[in-house]
Each structure stands twice: as structure tokens, then as C-alpha cells.
């Protein structure tokens, strides 16, 4: 009986640690779409609201830390659920630091509002749309250790590499045709390389999950992409 | 004696984890100091054989993961112990992205030696010189718990930060003043910011020790840096 209270226990703060995760990644995700969304709509208030935001995610990362080192030094785990509460460890980390990418892309929004627009942008809202779809679904590949979904994520990258190489090569021409757009094509560009870090940050959490589903290191086995 | 035998297997446990952190620090601190050469020596073979090198680094990142993992399971460590785990852990990750900075740093050195010079490089090796020192700080800081070395790291990286927008002036200046500059300074502005994500990695890891120290979290108390 005793025993079997300390397994409920134990099961309800690994499920405690998935659903703050789960809660910190829609919060993530949020900020993309956000971030996109005061660029494309000129919206500086919104992306201020954004950069506000930074500190909350911040915060999520020290508590699930703390919340999986809680359960390392009272649980002692072993197995699969040392395996999650590790993994668990890093995963935050690159959420914390795709919040960090988003209010990168606030804080040139702010300065791109400020000037007139270049041009209408369509490859970026696309280029977003795929990088917090891939966050979403590696988080949940993580909490369901759904390899499948893993796997899509890892492939759904070189969509967005793709995305980011074409939206660079745009740019280029833009500023070598016209000098006048330069300093507003390269901030451009820098939210072009920061989406493009987010879905670096989401490929890397679902290689990290398919290496606690099949305890076999999948990362690292492709020639490195190139973080630009 | 027994018990004593099992203690001297941990502490050896723990240093051969410490020994191969700090050689895997090593390594990523050469590939950043043999990028800047391959760049302002034009050699491009040495350029190649960095990105040869990052292989090596990627199978170094999941042998200390794996040997983290064993201790954890095996000898179920608390307190400090299991702080540095974790953390060893975590900082892993940093030098790996470290080592995917510097094969960019060598990507775009080998591109921009197919092309004229545009102009001789002062700042570039400095920032290179600055962060390679802080990875290497930040590490010695790690495993002798030297909390103020941690702290002059995370003080470091304003200088960076400083060396990295003043080169980003410098080379949107030349960009407006000539176009025919803009495809080699734009690779010299990512290389800029490859280096400032280097020393952005350090100060992570830095940030990460004085919470080891303290058991208090100084990350994420002063208002974040903006990762270009």
C-alpha cells in the first residue's frame, strides 16, 4: 500500500515535468506566431509584449530544472526515466533559447517598423509557420516517445534550410540592386537565420528523442548542417 | 575497505568525466583558433580540416553524455555530485554547438578565399581570441568551481557583444559604399556573429557554474543579450 502511494507519487511528478514542458513549448510556440505576427502587421506593441515575455520563459527553464533535479536526487531513477528526466534537462534549455530567437525577431520588427517596408513578406510567415509546427511536434514526440514524429521533424529541417537559403539569396539581390535597402534587408535576413536557429533548436530536441526511444544515437550521424 | 574501494571508483568516475570535458574543451578551443588562421592566412585546407574535425567533437558529445548517464544510474549521486551531472550534461551541448560555429567560421573562410580580399582583419581575431579564452575560462571555472572566474566570463561577453556590433557597423559601411562588397562582407558579418554565439555559449556555461556554486540561478537575472 505505502509502496504503491510512493509509485503514484512518483508517476505524478514525472507527469508534472511533461505537462510544465508541454506548457513552457506552447508558450514558445506562441511567441513565434506572435513575433511573426507583429512583423507582418507592423504591430511594435505586440512585439514589445514579446520581448516582455522572455523573462516568463526564463523562469519555466530554472523551475523544470530544478523540477528534474527534485526528482534525480529523491527518486533515484533509472532506465527510461533517467533517460527522460536527462533529456528533459537539455530539451528546456532549447526552448528557453527559441524564446531568446523570438525576441530576436521582436526587437527587429520594432526597428523594420520603423522605417517603410521593403516588400510584402511571404516566405517568412511560411518560414515560422513550419519552425513552430517542428517545435511543437518534437515536444510532443517527446512526451507520447512517438519516433515517427521524431523522425518527421529531423526531415521537416531541410524545408526550412531551404526556406532560409532562397529568402538569402532574395535579399542579396535586393541589396546589391539597390544599396538604400541594405541596413533593412539585413535585418531581414538576421529573422531569415533566427527562424531557421529555431528549427535547428526543434531538430535537435526530436534527435534527442528518438536517442531515448531507441538508446541509439541518431545525432550527429548526417553531415552537420550548417547554423548560419 | 570495500566501501572505500566503491568511493575511489566513483571520484574516478567523476574525474575521468571532468578529464574528457575539459579535452573536448580543448578541442573546440583549437578549431576556434585555427578558423580565425585559415581565414586571415587565406587556407583553405586548414579551413577543410576543421570541418573534418567536427565529427570528432559530435562522438566526444555523446561519449560524456553516455558516461554521465552511467554514473547517474549507477551510483545514484545527490547533492553536488548530481548538480555537476547535470550540468556536465548540459555544457556538453555548449561545446557542441561551439565546435558547429567553428565549421561554419571555416564554411564561409573557404568561400572568402575564392574571392579578392576586402580588407585585412583586426577585430575578427580579437573577438576570436577573446571567446576562445572565455570557453576555456568558463570550463577551468566548471570543474575547479571557481566562482569568480565564472563571473569575469559572464563580464566578458559585453566586450564581445561591443567587438560584434562595432564590426557590424563597420561592414554595412563598406556595403552601402560599394555594392560590389556585399556578398564578402555579409560572409564576414556571419562569421562576426558565429563568434559572438561562441562566447554566447561560454557565458551560458559560465552562468551555469555560479548556479552550481551558489545553488542560487543567476541565469536569466539581468535583461538578455540579443543573439544575432
Not at 505505502?2 to 506562441?30: P, S, W
Not at 507520447?144 to 539581390?173: S, W
Not at 531515448?212 to 548542417?225: A, L, N, Q, Y
Request: some cysteine; proline content about 4%; overall charge negative.
Amino acid at each position: 500500500m505505502e509502496k504503491e502511494h510512493i509509485f503514484k507519487q512518483y508517476d505524478a511528478e514525472l507527469n508534472e515535468i511533461r505537462t510544465r514542458l508541454l506548457e513552457m513549448g506552447g508558450k514558445v510556440e506562441k511567441m513565434i506566431t506572435d513575433a511573426m505576427k507583429a512583423l507582418v502587421d507592423r504591430d511594435s506593441d505586440l512585439a514589445r509584449r514579446i520581448i516582455a515575455m522572455d523573462h516568463e520563459i526564463n523562469h519555466l527553464e530554472m523551475d523544470i530544472d530544478e523540477k528534474c533535479l527534485q526528482v534525480l536526487a529523491r527518486r533515484q531513477p533509472a532506465g527510461r526515466d533517467l533517460r527522460f528526466l536527462t533529456l528533459a534537462l537539455k530539451i528546456v534549455t532549447d526552448l528557453e533559447r527559441i524564446g531568446d530567437q523570438c525576441t530576436s525577431v521582436a526587437k527587429r520588427a520594432v526597428e523594420l517598423n520603423e522605417e517603410p517596408p521593403l516588400k510584402p513578406y511571404i516566405d517568412l510567415p511560411r518560414m515560422a509557420n513550419w519552425a513552430g509546427v517542428m517545435v511543437k511536434e518534437s515536444l510532443d514526440a517527446f512526451v507520447t516517445g512517438d519516433e515517427k514524429l521524431a523522425i518527421k521533424v529531423c526531415r521537416d529541417d531541410e524545408f526550412v534550410d531551404g526556406l532560409n537559403d532562397q529568402i538569402q539569396r532574395e535579399l542579396l539581390t535586393f541589396m546589391i540592386e539597390d544599396p538604400t535597402t541594405i541596413s533593412r534587408a539585413l535585418k531581414i535576413s538576421y529573422i531569415s537565420k533566427y527562424l531557421e536557429r529555431i528549427a535547428d533548436h526543434a531538430t535537435n530536441v526530436a534527435e534527442m528523442v528518438i536517442f531515448m526511444i531507441k538508446g541509439k544515437d541518431i545525432r550527429h550521424t548526417t553531415p552537420p548542417t550548417d547554423p548560419q
